[in-house]
């Protein structure tokens, strides 16, 4: 929480059972920026917004594009709020579970990991950054921004995206 008067971190859980899709699961972590208004909007909304774009039977690239057009709902939900002031980083998976298909897609500087238990060996669990961290301040990550339309600004102190259409899933993780 750090100096800030109240956490600004949200999560979600969907476990297998809980969508109309009966095997998948949806794992988010955001990060808010600004204030709580946006990361509770989208605690409270992201579940319905991606259930909205699922379907049965879908291949990992369906799955990365149903993540991608959520995200964009999202986001729009929250301009048309007016809520420009505020925002946050986003890091989801989707977990299919018949199929062992994992998807993940980030936003900003959250990113996904992946913890697999080795109960045989040494070090019992392996580790694994599946995203990359997204810093407007790094040079790659500001010339993607900036190929795609967007804009840095330091407004604020820090480095940040001044345009909401950028977007970046990541290719599909099979587990």
Known sequence: MGDRPEQQDRYHVIRPGRLQQEHIAVFGVYDGHGGTSAVDQIEQEMSSVLASHLESNMTSHQYQDA?????????????????????????????????????????????????????AEQQRWHVSRLSALQKPSSRVEQGRIEDAGGEINHTYGSARVALQEVWRCLEPSET
């Open 67 to 119: 993540l991608q057009n959520a995200l964009k709902d999202q986001d729009a939900a929250l301009l048309a709020t007016g809520m420009s002031q505020q925002g946050s980083t986003a890091a989801i998976s989707i977990l299919d579970t018949t199929r062992c298909l994992l998807v993940s897609a980030d936003l900003g500087d959250s990113y996904v990991v992946l913890a697999e238990e080795q109960p």
